[in-house]
C-alpha cells in the first residue's frame, strides 16, 4: 500500500535528498511539503525547497512555509555544513512552483485531519516547530497521524554539543512536545545516519545515472563533503534525513529498538540531548522507537531507483 507523508524540513543537503526519495519512489505519495527555519533562515529553506521541487518537476505536491523561529530558543543555523544558502555547491532553477498561501502548521493539521485516520506519517527533517505546533493547536492529530518517523536526536553520537543533535538542540522544547505526545514515533538519529555516507562509490553511480538532477546531486554531494571534510572532520558527509524516507519504503533499511527517549530541557551540559533508555528491554511496549543500524547498500539503491524515475 502506497504510504501517503508530510516532509517537514529544511533543505538541506541531505533534506534535498530526501524529498528526491520521497518524490521519486513510488511507494511513496507526498501529500505536503513543508518547511521550518533550521539549517538557514525560514526565507532560505524555502526558497531552496521551491527551487529543488522545480528542478524535479514536483508541481502536485503544496509546499507551506511554518515557523520562522524555534519556540523558547534564539534562531541558530547551520552554516558551517550547509553554507549561506543552505544548499550551497550547485546552481538551481530559480522557483516556478508556488508557495501555498497557508501557514506549514495549517497545512499540516488540515492534511491530517481531512484524510481517514491512521493514513498520514509525518516526517520531521528539522527542528520540531512546526509539528509541536500543531500538536498545541490541533491535539485531536494525535490520535489521527499513522506515525511520526523523524531524523534528530542521537544516543551516542552527537554534532551540535558533547550530547545533542543539531534538530533537537535548536528547539528542544518543540522536540519535548513531539516526543511524548504519545503517538507512534520512530527516531532515525545519528548512529544510524552516521553510515549513510556519500562516499566515493556513490558519486561515481551519480555520475552514471547522469541525469540532470543526478549531476545537481553529485555536486551538492561534493560541496557537502568539502564543508563536512572543513568542519567536521568527516572525510565523506553523512547524507541523515533520506534514512527516515528509506525506512519507510523498507523497514528492512533499518532495524529499531522499542525504547522510551525523552528531551534533557534543563541540563547545564545536556540541554538538547535525546535520553534513550535501552535498559527497558522486555518491558511494556513504548510508543517510541530508535533506530540502531543500516543497510547501506539497500539505502543507496532506494536513492538511485528514485533519481532514475525522477530522470
Ligand atoms: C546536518 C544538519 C545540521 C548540522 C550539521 N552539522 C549537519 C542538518 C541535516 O539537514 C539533518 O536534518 C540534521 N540537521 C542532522 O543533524
Ligand atoms: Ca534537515
Not at 112 to 133: D, E, K, S
Not at 253 to 268: H, R, S, T, W
Request: net charge negative.
Amino acid at each position: 500500500m502506497v504510504k501517503k507523508i508530510i516532509l517537514d524540513c529544511d533543505p538541506g543537503h541531505d533534506d534535498a535528498l530526501a524529498l528526491m526519495l520521497a518524490y521519486g519512489n513510488p511507494e511513496i505519495e507526498l501529500m505536503a511539503v513543508t518547511t521550518v527555519a533550521g539549517n538557514q533562515t525560514l526565507k532560505k529553506v524555502t526558497n531552496n525547497a521551491l527551487s529543488l521541487a522545480t528542478l524535479i518537476g514536483m508541481k502536485n505536491v503544496p509546499i507551506a512555509a511554518g515557523c520562522d523561529r524555534p519556540l523558547v530558543n534564539e534562531i541558530k543555523v547551520a552554516a558551517d555544513v550547509h553554507g549561506e544558502s543552505g544548499i550551497d555547491g550547485t546552481e538551481l532553477p530559480a522557483p516556478e512552483v508556488q508557495l501555498e498561501d497557508i501557514n506549514a502548521v495549517d497545512l499540516i493539521i488540515d492534511t491530517i485531519m481531512n484524510n481517514p485516520a491512521n493514513t498520514i506519517t509525518l516526517v520531521p527533517t528539522g527542528a520540531l516547530t512546526n509539528i509541536a505546533t500543531a500538536v498545541r493547536r490541533e491535539p485531536r492529530i494525535v490520535e489521527r497521524v499513522k506515525e511520526v518517523v523523524l531524523m534528530g536526536g542521537a544516543y551516542k553520537d552527537s554534532n551540535a554539543s558533547a550530547v545533542a543533535e543539531f534538530n533537537i538542540i535548536v528547539d528542544p522544547e518543540a522536540a519535548h512536545i513531539v516526543f511524548n505526545a504519545g503517538w507512534k514515533l520512530t527516531m532515525v538519529g545519528l548512529d544510524v545516519t552516521h553510515k549513510a555516507l556519500a562516499t566515493e562509490d556513490v558519486i561515481e553511480e551519480l555520475e552514471n545515472i547522469n541525469t540532470v538532477t543526478s549531476i545537481k546531486v553529485k555536486e551538492l554531494m561534493l560541496a557537502f563533503r568539502g564543508m563536512y571534510k572543513e568542519n567536521q572532520n568527516f572525510d565523506f558527509p553523512p547524507v541523515h534525513d533520506p534514512v527516515t524516507i528509506a525506512y519507510l519504503i523498507d523497514p528492512t533499511v533499518m532495524d529499531v529498538v522499542n525504547a522510551p527517549i525523552d528531551i534533557e530541557l534543563n541540563g547545564k551540559l545536556t540541554r538538547g540531548m535525546t535520553v534513550v533508555d535501552f535498559s527497558h528491554v522486555l518491558k511494556e511496549e513504548v510508543p517510541t522507537n530508535v533506530g540502531v543500524s543500516l543497510d547501506k547498500q539497500k539505502f543507496w539503491n532506494l536513492i538511485y531507483d528514485a533519481l532514475r524515475v525522477i530522470g
